[in-house]
């Protein structure tokens, strides 16, 4: 864990969409009174029950999020990339982180003082609205989740959870559309409910149809359609 120069990496803070409904007044007690650290891969930044001393934006890399069942069995993954903030539903919500936190992926964290961060967003109403529009959108999300589960077969579970991490994780390059993480075939059956066998069988033949190319750097949608139109079910 390493603290970095501050000014160095986060001199464009404002100009990152997330914060860009912040003025300039909260921008700077942001900038001067969080924390910047990286993380290396498979790190714990904070575990599901620590106290919540800050909340996190992710400056780069990628966060996983795990929710554990009482006799210590995951029950819920999720994945927080580049540019968002971690996590919505627990703004506001308690004093206690409601998930691990894991940096999947080398990632760079700014660490904001939540009592700082509550403060500004309960004083600002127009920050208040950007962030029920930000958890509406995580609830669309969730409500897709709870209803992949509800799904008997397990190939199309594997296809509905790609169109998801297509929705949450990807980025338009074209008439495609990149997921630039190194997801694997398991976590894809992990979050999937299903075997690392089977959801490996559903990503080859999606591979031979040519509606994605899957790499151990990278997934890209090449049938955005064909995903979107599972969406829409």
Aim: proline share 2%; no cysteine.
């Amino acid at each position: 864990m390493v603290r970095q120069d501050k000014q160095k990496y986060i001199k464009d803070l404002a100009q990152r969409p997330f914060f860009q409904v912040f003025d300039s007044q909260d921008i700077k007690q942001i900038k001067d009174q969080s924390i910047l650290r990286n993380y290396n891969k498979n790190q714990v930044v904070s575990y599901e029950g620590d106290h919540k001393h800050y909340y996190y934006f992710v400056l780069q890399g990628l966060i996983k999020l795990e929710r554990t069942t009482y006799n210590g069995n995951y029950s819920y993954v999720d994945f927080v990339i580049e540019n968002r903030f971690v996590a919505y539903g627990d703004l506001f919500n308690n004093d206690y982180y409601s998930y691990n936190i894991i940096a999947e992926t080398p990632t760079r964290l700014l660490m904001i003082p939540t009592d700082l961060f509550e403060s500004i967003i309960s004083q600002n109403s127009d920050l208040l609205i950007e962030f029920y529009r930000s958890l509406s959108d995580d609830l669309f999300f969730q409500e897709k989740r709870i209803q992949l589960a509800a799904v008997s077969s397990a190939k199309e579970r594997v296809e509905l959870m790609l169109a998801l991490w297509m929705l949450d994780l990807g980025t338009r390059q074209g008439e495609a559309v990149l997921i630039p993480y190194p997801l694997t075939i398991i976590q894809l059956s992990e979050v999937a409910g299903t075997s690392r066998e089977t959801a490996g069988k559903v990503v080859k033949e999606l591979t031979q149809n040519k509606r994605l190319e899957y790499s151990r750097k990278e997934i890209k949608i090449l049938d955005t359609d064909y995903f979107n139109h599972l969406l829409e079910g």
